[in-house]
């Protein structure tokens, strides 16, 4: 698994108001794996978990 820099961007926000356009962090997250090993749906579920425990981070939890 490789993280790329964390950047802002544009991105389309759904509100109850409308969609609108707002600056975001973003940063890249990529899988590589052997495909012979690994099947593509168990590899994309895997980097979908870990990007939703980190955009529910929660800077205030105590470790």
Known sequence: MATGAIKKKPAVLETEHGDVIAIRHMMFLSLSYDHRVVDGSL???FL???A???EQWD????M
């Open 43 to 45: 590899g994309g579920s």
């Open 48 to 50: 979908r978990k870990v």
């Open 52 to 54: 939703d425990y980190m």
């Open 59 to 62: 800077v205030n939890r105590e």
